[in-house]
């Protein structure tokens, strides 16, 4: 049958809308700075570092390590600057969308699988992870093929002269890097079992050894590596786990899947499948059935508003809804008995399961609706996804992250501040790293885009509400007020307030026994989306003086910090 007008215009504009979302993913990769987990993407795949310190690095995580060895080769070619680093993330997350529409052929229409595209790229995570350095995009890519071989075995289950063995070896092999690039997409894997083993009974035992495999790898993993190497407090972390933690994490999810206006295009979808569905029963309860046309492929509607074996009570639409519920009850369990792990990105590495699920739903909807549905649906549809993902791309022209380059810049504008410390406050917990390892990490993160210019002293705000200050940082500090030399006093960026940075400020100033001079001290704020802040004083400066009044150097420096390991850390400051 010839395509319709309206089913061509929906085509074009939801293959255009893809084309425009992807596009962009390479567009503005310098927009923003890093943000803290790409700088510690950037320490840990750093080029100039050897294999060795490379698999150091990457074992004070507690991540798995695929992505990283993914990014460690990527870096040694491009780069491990901003356009470096996040390209690996645009070519994925733009591989998983071309993937996604040409894998699942067999089982969505054109316009389905383009809808389910353009679903993707005009979702506010797809778009931020997309120029992430993190592993997201990378899991999008694995996830969709994980999606189209279980599609496969799913289409095979009840012909017993298919041959399953392929299709299994394929996602056995997914499955087992999957694991390693992150853990909930081994959650997401272990739905995914779930729920093939559910529908496909002659591969259980398959699947269940499957299951028990990437169970026992992962288990070991993190026992042998993680809590061994791993720099990190695994138990005490800044992720919470009490339920209005887990309601406010599931509400920022549906925000980061969906806008307003992707939330409208599904409800156009449930509106023409439930118009349907209604124009089949009601005049089979009067003794007559109609025929509606329908969709390439799509069985004879029953006589029945629900029926087991067609939307939404099929097991391609079971494996859609079904993985991301079961990878959510999964990462409030493993939070409950393990640890605290449970966040709206972590649950939303099973995003290519709900582009499957956008798909099927405007194929069950739209395609068999009465001409006049049909037409309104796929024209309203086509202007909504334009708007929605050119809307989305714009957003790329926007600075998202948080300003460490922008920070840096401007401390260098002081020529009194070269080669002397700067003060850093972690506003995180000591208690949530391994002695040593945040003055590494830290005293890294926040030298990446000062070139050497300054020297990262790293202090905890503990300390500084504490009044724990060093004797030798006490004594330059003052000599700073006093106006000597670098105005700089204190620089934070990460997980502080505006608040808490003041009171640091003011706690700062007492530890320093100069409670009074507030009134030469400012705070700077500086902005990349989110705001960082740097404490300076003001008024005129003095020569810089004697080199004998500077604190010690930081522990290590950018370029030359190598990774702790149980024997060899640096001293836990006192």
């Known amino acids: 049958m010839r395509p319709s007008l309206d089913s061509l215009i929906a085509v074009g504009c939801f293959g255009v809308a893809c084309a425009i979302g992807s596009a962009g993913a390479f567009v503005g990769l310098r927009v923003s700075s890093f943000w803290l987990d790409e700088l510690f993407t950037a320490w840990i795949v750093e080029v100039g570092i050897d294999f060795d310190e490379f698999i150091a690095r990457v074992v004070t995580d507690v991540h798995p390590p695929v992505y990283y060895g993914l990014a460690f080769l990527h870096a040694h070619l491009f780069g491990d600057g901003e356009v470096g680093l996040r390209s690996l993330s645009a070519v994925c997350g733009v591989a998983a969308i071309l993937l996604f529409v040409v894998a699942t052929k067999s089982y969505f229409s054109l316009a389905a699988r383009l809808f389910g595209g353009a679903m993707a790229t005009g979702s506010f995570f797809w778009f931020y992870h997309a120029q992430n350095a993190r592993g997201y995009s990378l899991a999008f890519l694995i996830g969709v093929g994980i999606l189209a071989i279980s599609l496969s075995i799913l289409s095979k289950r009840s ?22 690039v992150h853990f909930y997409l081994m959650y997401e894997c272990l739905a995914v079992l779930i729920v093939l083993g559910l529908f496909c009974p002659r591969q259980r035992l398959v699947l269940a050894v499957l299951a028990a495999v990437l169970l026992v790898s992962t288990g070991l993993y993190v026992k042998v590596v993680i809590e061994v190497y791993s720099q990190y407090q695994t138990t005490t972390n800044w992720i919470h786990g009490d339920p209005l933690w887990y309601l406010a994490q599931l509400r920022t999810a549906l925000i980061y899947s969906f806008t307003n206006k992707a939330l409208l295009a599904l409800s156009i979808c449930a509106a023409a499948f439930a ?30 508003i629900l029926a087991f074996g067609r939307f939404p009570l099929d097991p391609e639409t079971a494996l859609f809804a079904s993985v991301p519920i079961i990878v959510l009850a999964g990462g409030i369990a493993s939070s409950l008995l393990i640890a605290p792990n449970f966040t709206d990105r972590n649950l939303l590495i099973s995003s290519p399961f709900l582009w499957a699920f956008c798909a099927k739903l405007y194929d069950a909807g739209v395609p068999g609706a009465k001409r006049p549905i049909r037409v309104a649906a796929n024209l309203t549809l086509s202007a909504i996804m334009l708007w ?7 957003g790329r022209s926007r600075p998202w992250n948080e300003p460490f380059r922008e920070s840096a810049d401007w401390i260098k504008t002081f020529p009194e501040c070269r080669d002397r410390p700067v003060v850093v406050i972690n506003a995180q917990p000591r208690a949530w790293f391994k002695p040593g390892y945040s003055e590494i990490l830290y005293a890294d993160f926040y030298g990446n885009y000062l070139d050497r210019f300054a020297r990262p002293q790293v202090v905890f705000l503990e300390d500084i509400l504490a009044h724990k200050i060093s004797n030798e940082m006490k004594e330059y500090l003052q000599w700073r007020l006093d106006g000597n030399g670098c105005p700089i006093l204190a620089w934070s960026i990460h997980l502080i307030t505006e608040e808490e940075f003041a009171a640091a400020g003011r706690e700062l100033l007492k530890a320093v026994e100069r409670p009074d001079a507030g009134r030469i001290v400012r705070t700077n704020i500086l902005r990349d989306g989110f705001p960082g802040y740097v404490l300076y004083a003001e008024g005129p400066r003095a020569g810089e003086g004697s080199q004998a009044r500077d604190p010690r150097a930081p522990p290590l420096q950018r370029k030359t910090s190598p990774a702790p390991t149980p024997s060899r850390r640096v001293p836990a400051p006192k």
């Open 159 to 180: 012909r017993r002269e298919a041959r399953a063995l392929p299709a299994l070896a394929g996602l056995a092999a997914l499955m087992l890097i999957g694991s390693f």
């Open 275 to 304: 118009l349907q569905r209604l124009l089949v029963v009601r005049p089979a309860w009067f003794g007559r059935v109609v025929a509606l046309p329908q969709p390439p492929a799509a069985p004879t509607p029953k006589s029945a």
């Open 388 to 394: 929605t993902v050119i809307s989305m791309t714009a």
